[in-house]
């Protein structure tokens, strides 16, 4: 199975409220992750990325927390926007080489009014 | 500013036909990469390129052939297509290799094949 996994397959959260999404990852070799989003019809859009000797990065309105104790890694959204209703990716560095960058199956966050 | 662009967006086919995708990038991007998108799989890895007459498999190459003969293309041709290569197609594009730094995704090719 996949190294990158996902807690939730579906968030909904209230306009306004913030938003966090998980990613459990298994493979204690990953040295840089990335979240992207994906909105209906589109393809993946870089959001944040972090690296493995950070444990926080904080970009406009959103936060990537890594936690490599339990290989945890969690995509923070303030103030959710109704432009913020998308498919969550993170993905990890797994094999070191150009293509070793394993994906997991997404979360769908959904904006409730 | 095109950025990357797929063609088709979207195609219908029969089993059995060759089926080719195509991908342009504007940036002069070393790196092109191939996924698949799949409900359930996520993203998988079919073919990526390093730079022009570069090309290795990824996670998912069987029944895909690349070539990139020119650095800002980067086409995928399905040989004899299968009903299981129905899946969405991303084309991406990165200055320095999808695992060091950020993709840049096409839009997609949705291809079904009867």
């Known amino acids: 199975g996949e190294s990158v996994g996902l807690h939730l397959p579906t968030l909904s959260v209230q306009e306004g409220d913030n938003s966090i999404i998980n990613c459990a990852y298994s493979?204690?070799?990953?040295?840089?992750f990335i979240w992207y989003k994906q909105e209906s019809g589109k393809g993946p859009q870089f959001i944040i990325d972090?690296?493995?000797?950070?444990d926080k990065r904080q970009g406009q309105r959103v936060t990537v927390l890594l936690n490599k104790t339990v290989k945890h890694l969690s995509l923070q959204i303030a103030a959710t926007q109704p432009g913020d209703s998308a498919v969550y990716f993170c993905?990890?560095?797994?094999?070191?080489?150009?293509?070793?960058?394993?994906f997991g199956k997404g979360t769908h966050l959904i904006i409730q009014p | 500013d095109a950025g990357i662009t797929q063609s088709p967006r979207y195609k219908i086919t029969e089993t059995g036909r060759q089926v080719t995708l195509m991908c342009h990038q504007t940036?002069?991007?070393?790196?092109m990469f191939w996924y698949r998108q799949d409900l359930g799989h996520g993203l998988r890895l079919i073919y990526y390129?390093?730079?022009?007459?570069?090309?290795d498999k990824g996670e998912v190459p069987d029944g895909y052939v690349v070539s990139r003969s020119k650095t800002e293309n980067f086409p995928l041709t399905l040989e004899s297509a299968t009903r299981s290569q129905t899946s969405v197609y991303f084309c991406?594009?990165?200055?320095?290799?999808?695992?060091?730094?950020?993709?840049?995704f096409g839009e997609g090719s949705r291809l079904t094949v009867l």
């Open positions: 390129s390093a730079a022009a007459d570069i090309t």
């Open positions: 940036w002069s991007h070393s790196y």
């Open positions: 493979n204690s070799a990953s040295d840089y």
């Open positions: 993905a990890e560095n797994s094999g070191g080489g150009a293509d070793g960058l394993t």
């Open positions: 991406a594009s990165s200055r320095q290799g999808g695992s060091t730094g950020e993709l840049f």
């Open positions: 972090i690296r493995s000797n950070m």
